[in-house]
């Protein structure tokens, strides 16, 4: 079974989202802070490449950016989780025409 970049991009980010909504609901970070290894796994690994075919989704990298700047402050404040999920959302809805 041969299982394409694309899918372990699409399996990886299904995996971190999941955990996400768990932490979101569970007002956990910690469960977060594992989704987020998954959301950046593709990365390191070369399983996705902005560029083939076309210049990078630049929405979608700074949603992403922002989010991850909520993330970080919803480790020393509760009320954070609420920014970081709905800008997640937002780079999730900008980041889903890449596929």
Do not use: Q
């Amino acid at each position: 079974m041969n299982i394409t970049k694309k899918r372990l991009t699409l399996l990886c980010v299904a995996v971190a989202g999941t955990l996400f909504v768990i932490g979101f609901y569970l007002n956990n970070p910690w469960i977060a802070l594992i989704g987020a290894f998954f959301d950046w796994l593709p990365l390191p690994t070369g399983w996705m490449r902005y560029t083939e075919g076309g210049k990078p989704p630049y929405l979608h990298i700074a949603l992403t950016l922002i989010a991850y700047i909520f993330f970080i402050g919803w480790f020393f404040w509760d009320f954070l989780r609420v920014p970081f999920f709905i800008v997640w959302i937002w780079a999730v809805l900008a980041g889903a025409d890449i596929s």
